[in-house]
């Protein structure tokens, strides 16, 4: 029997920690973990992943010695959200021949957004044999899925996606990302020209490639979210008063030379009683058609969707590889063999 | 610019009928039309079909004429349920090397329910350079949605589907299939050694082969429902009393060697107010998903997605095609070409 996938757990955040508890679950050694804070480095993985058991494993914030000496089929990169703070990493283990899956949402289809850092990787990743992908919520429920949907469709003139997440599930950074608690005048004022919808734009850019459209341009827009009533989000430690922003909606709408539209809503926002996150496609067209998923657990099925998506990146052919060149996604019962 | 694509409709049911209509509306060449009934043969397709225009081809009786004498790219065909009774219908074509892509449910997957039939007609539509392939609503919502869901997992025990139908938009074969306004006693007499879960049994094996899953045995169980008040079938002109049967729910369930158990009921009935057809998924384990469609056309569906597969059924191999052999369904804009 082959043996198990080695891993390197690159950046342990809230969304690493969540990886390496999947990781370990479905039978991959880990070989190596990284963080940059003082508060992780040195200290057992499974101990900062929030593990009740220790992994054999300490964190480093040294990527670069750690991936010359230890043999690694595979880092799992969780660290940032653009390929440009995110390619020195990629850069570190690509180099070194060491195939990279991550989070990261721009590496998803970059084609548009970030040719040049695309192309410099895709071409690193073939000197040295190493492939880079990326997984994710985007993988599977904002695209084979949406193309799957589309596929049942006898004639379709928009593809309207609406994608909702908990603000409070994650960190300070994406508290101020969303703009917590402001005045609304002062976070329109901010937020000029921060927003860019990256993420549902590479959503369906991919979307696009799988569906065989050929995009043509795209619309952004961002509208803040104010609550109507006082709001609490207890990871934050932070009240949200009546009339401040308790959230960004973000829609991306990309023009196809089909004539097809696509547009997907984004909303990030502190939830009030009763609320859950929802992932909502529709086609309009014939016949109109509908999938809806309520209480829809996005930041896990990002981690999940990545995890089974392994042994497809280990298989993959060395280069930038978007998602419209990988195998069809499956369940993998693990555990999980090189 | 290549041609268009030419077909023969073959069988001008219902289902033919609005297949005729999907695929003019898609640019597609009818080159002719097979139907048994006398009310059909000799008069033209648009009026079988119940166009509202004339389509210049004039419904048969002879297939095997009609396919030595035109040249057809595909044979469109629906005529009946089973593997069995429809290989005639697929030798005719076949032998002449017209690709067949039918709604029959069991060529989508007959390789465990129908083995030596499946062989020798692979076998024929290799010695002819002809495809044979089947699609339908289980080719998108029943097996690759649902895979597509499952590689959203990090553990699965069981996966159960829940598909529902209206036993009032068929016609009186199907009424009879269904027991409608039987006594409930002498339906289940009737009923033992009738219904096998076909479709549902079929759909579940392709879903296996989808997601890399290896079948082991089988379980088919049917219940009857009965009418809770009195109910009307407008389409078949028949009232079916309180305490008879309104439709039946097959349930199928398919053990796999990796642990997994995946379930498919199919439901037929005659609707009560407010009811309405349900395609509905759900995965046990971690976390628990599901998605579903309320108001699903499931009828138009499998006309729809039959359609859009026209350019993956001419681009085959020859022989036998089974689904998870075919490339990625994609929504086709049309027109199509060949």
């Known amino acids: 029997m082959s043996p198990p996938v080695k891993a390197v757990v690159y950046g342990v955040g809230a969304m690493g920690a ?4 999947l990781l370990v ?3 991959v050694e880990i070989v190596g973990a990284v963080a940059r804070s003082p ?34 089929d595979i880092a799992i990169v969780a660290v940032d959200s653009y390929l440009e703070t995110m390619a020195p990493h990629f850069r570190i283990c690509l180099s070194r021949g060491v195939n990279v899956l991550t989070l990261e949402e721009e590496t998803f289809y970059p084609w548009r957004r970030a040719p040049a850092i695309a192309a410099e990787l895709d071409d690193l990743g073939r000197s040295t044999g190493a492939t880079l992908a990326a997984s994710g919520v985007q993988d599977v429920n904002w695209s084979l899925a949406v193309s799957a949907l589309m596929a049942t ?3 379709i003139e928009r593809v309207r ?24 005048a002062q976070a329109t004022a901010s937020l000029a020209g921060q927003a860019d919808g990256m993420t549902s734009q590479t959503a369906l850019e991919a979307l ?3 569906a065989g459209l050929t995009p043509t341009h795209h619309e952004v827009s961002t509208e803040l979210m104010i609550a109507e009533a006082e709001l609490r989000s207890g990871r934050l430690d932070l009240n949200i008063p009546e009339g401040t922003v308790r959230g960004l909606s973000e829609v991306v709408r990309l023009a196809t030379v089909e004539g097809i539209e696509l547009e997907l809503e984004m909303a990030g926002f502190v939830h009030g009683a009763g609320e859950t996150p929802v992932n909502d496609w529709a086609i309009e067209g014939e016949p109109a058609l509908r999938v809806q998923s309520e209480d829809f657990p996005g930041r896990l099925l990002t981690c999940t969707t990545l995890v089974n998506r392994i042994p497809d990146i280990l298989a993959a ?16 019962p693990g555990p999980l063999r090189n």
């Open 18 to 21: 969540l990886l390496t508890r």
């Open 25 to 27: 679950e479905k039978g």
């Open 39 to 72: 508060a992780k480095v040195g200290r057992d993985l499974g101990a900062v992943a929030g593990m009740d058991r220790s992994l054999g494993v300490l964190v480093t914030d040294d990527a670069e010695a750690l991936l010359r000496d230890r043999e690694a």
């Open 153 to 155: 469709a006898h004639r």
């Open 161 to 184: 996606g609406r994608s909702t997440w908990h603000g409070d599930e994650f960190g300070p950074a994406v508290g101020r990302y969303l703009h917590l608690g402001w005045d609304p």
């Open 208 to 210: 696009a490639a799988f």
């Open 317 to 332: 052919p060395a280069g930038l590889i978007t998602v419209d060149r990988l195998p069809l996604p499956r369940y993998r």
